[in-house]
């Protein structure tokens, strides 16, 4: 089959060139009943973020594009749309598989011009969605980067991180390695509905813990936060409490955005399961994509507050825009791998 591929730096831009390339297709089978992966060859692997964007990053790695959690509010569903595949079904079911991945970061990480600046994965889908225990592209990405001694983060709201443990230990003795979770309530009634995909909250609770104690700096994104069902001061302060008794050494609150094609997405899925809540919705994003700036301000500040009052003052562990410094003889060593 044919894809319309994106040959820009950076996917969060949304730039876009046109380009045909051809994606074979493999249809999931046992544990992966119900997936189709599409095999493409991404010219680039490291994306470089737009210097407007405001985010804590400048480099990014995604080795999938969809996402089998089918987290219902996601942002990153109209990247689907830039490929000819629809935000709904088509994100969720029908995966893009940069089979080599680890092979063009090996190249990139040589290239003269790559100064072993922070990379961060998970800021369009997750680094650890089920597509990575048949793929294993997010493990080999973290050994090449833990081998260039090349600073990362991951943002994940999988336990599969687990599996990678080893390795991660490992990377975090070499080089700067972060590592968040997404929990955005304790509530499995909720997460069921909204993320049907992901692992209950309580089990990404315990790999937080685990991953800590194997030395391995954690921290909670307690997002998004969804109007009517995740957003009281209760569910809010229960979510920091367990993250900060697992050991996160930052934890920080944002309420859910629904930027472009999302915001339609979002609101027809509430209406067919949750319409006691439409109203309420339609209120809160009556101006834009955005939620009132003291709502946001709200949940910031009650995720802040108890976070301060657990003892935990950390920011959340982005990869940093700077690269970590090394010594002369190092920068030359790290071209050769």
């Known amino acids: 089959m044919t894809l319309r591929w994106k040959l820009a730096d950076s996917e969060e831009g949304g730039a876009l060139f046109p380009d045909e390339r051809a994606a074979t297709r493999h249809v999931g089978k046992g544990a992966y009943a119900g997936l189709e992966f599409l095999h493409v060859n991404a010219r680039t692997i490291i994306n470089t973020v737009p210097a407007e964007s405001l985010v804590p990053f400048r480099h990014t790695i995604n080795c999938y594009r969809g996402c089998s959690h089918a987290c219902v509010y996601c942002f990153a569903r109209p990247t689907h749309e830039y490929l000819g595949l629809d935000i709904g079904e088509d994100f969720e ?4 598989v940069k089979v080599n991945a680890v092979e063009r970061l090996q190249a990139e990480l040589r290239a003269p011009k790559w100064s072993g600046e922070p990379i961060a994965m998970g800021t369009n889908t997750d680094p650890y969605q089920h597509a990575e225990g048949k793929y294993h592209l997010t493990r080999g990405v973290v050994e090449v980067l833990a081998a260039a001694r090349n600073p990362f983060s991951l943002l994940t709201k999988s336990t599969l991180i687990l599996r990678d443990t080893e390795i991660l230990a490992a990377a975090a003795q ?5 590592v968040n979770f997404s929990i955005g309530c304790l509530d499995r009634a909720v997460c069921k509905l909204t993320e049907p995909g992901t692992p209950p909250p309580d089990q990404r609770i315990a790999a937080l813990h685990k991953l800590t ?13 969804l109007p009517g069902l995740s957003d009281t001061d209760a569910q ?3 979510v920091v409490r367990a993250a900060a008794e697992a050991g996160a050494v930052s934890i920080s609150g944002l309420a859910l955005h629904l930027r472009g094609s999302v915001r339609a997405h979002y609101l027809t899925w509430l209406e067919g399961v949750r319409p006691d809540l439409s109203a309420l919705h339609r209120a809160r994003f009556r101006h834009g994509a955005y939620q009132e700036q003291s709502e946001q301000d709200r ?3 009650i995720v802040r507050s108890e976070a301060q009052r657990c003892g935990v003052t950390g920011r959340a562990p982005y990869a940093r825009r700077t690269p970590i410094e090394v010594a002369p003889a190092q920068t030359a060593q790290l071209r050769l791998l």
């Open 93 to 96: 079911k029908r995966i893009v």
């Open 174 to 178: 070499r080089t700067e390695v972060a």
């Open 213 to 225: 104690d194997a030395g391995i700096a954690c921290g909670v994104l307690v997002a998004p936060v």
């Open 236 to 238: 809010l302060r229960a």
């Open 299 to 301: 949940v910031a500040e």
